[in-house]
């Protein structure tokens, strides 16, 4: 079966670091772009970072540029998400997803259920 | 940064009616640009890619036209599985990519 499993959020004072990860069975992460997508309950979708299948292309979105870093281990067939210098905005479920395509970006076919992160004092 | 904005926000409709949701680009996609549905409690499920490619295994009954920076998600004949929250995401600007607000669509 096809899945990812997020794991790592917690709750966390502001300005303190979290690390992400999200475990993919069933099919070899190697083949596909990843994604993180963050969600705060009853809020819309927010695209926070992706990578190409071999890590030599990142983005960020504005909100988290400078802050977080995505990173892969296509052996271990995991995914990363390094998160440091948080801010109580930074709270939300997030989404580990795996694009259809390795490079470009087309769509994000498989999701897994999220992890909870909590940014307060 | 390319901003996508969705209408309407909010769609009342019943068993049966055609749905159009519209998502509008603040710069041309050329056809860079994905539909997704959400439900309550759950995470967002694939439904077109490339502005009109139907993911394998969604229902011929969702179709997505545009190209540049105006695309349509057309529900031909909304069923009582379809009301949810409905997304686009433009991946025009690479390694970056966007979601629009969300449309959800209600039961009238």
């Known amino acids: 079966e096809v899945q990812l499993v997020e794991s790592g959020g917690s709750l966390v004072q502001p300005g303190r670091s979290l690390r992400l990860s999200c475990a993919a069975s069933?099919?070899?992460?190697?083949?596909?772009?990843m994604h993180w997508v963050r969600q705060v309950p009853g809020k819309g979708l927010e695209w926070v970072s992706g990578?190409?299948?071999?890590?030599?292309?990142?983005g960020y979105a504005d909100s988290v540029k400078g802050r977080f870093t995505v990173s892969r281990d296509n052996g271990k067939n995991s995914l990363y998400l390094q998160m440091n210098s948080l801010r109580v905005e930074d709270t939300a479920l997030y989404y580990c997803?795996?694009?259809?395509?390795?490079?470009?970006?087309?769509?994000?076919?498989?999701w897994g259920l999220g992890t909870t992160v909590t940014v307060s004092s | 940064d390319i901003q996508m904005t969705q209408s309407p926000s909010y769609v009342s409709a019943s068993v049966g009616d055609r749905v159009t949701i519209t998502c509008r680009a603040s710069?041309?996609?050329?056809?860079?640009l994905a539909w997704y549905q959400q439900k309550p409690g759950k995470a967002p499920k694939l439904l077109i890619y490339s502005a009109s490619r139907l993911r394998s295994g969604v229902p011929s009954r969702f179709s997505g036209s545009g190209s540049g920076t105006d695309f349509t998600l057309t529900i031909s004949s909304l069923q009582p599985d379809d009301f949810a929250i409905y997304y686009c995401?433009?991946?025009?600007?690479?390694?970056?990519?966007?979601f629009g607000g969300g449309t959800k669509v209600e039961i009238k």
């Open positions: 069933g099919f070899s992460i190697a083949d596909h772009a």
């Open positions: 710069q041309g996609l050329s056809t860079w």
């Open positions: 997803a795996r694009d259809i395509n390795g490079y470009k970006y087309f769509g994000m076919d498989v």
């Open positions: 990578i190409t299948w071999n890590g030599d292309s990142t």
């Open positions: 995401q433009q991946s025009h600007s690479f390694p970056a990519l966007t």
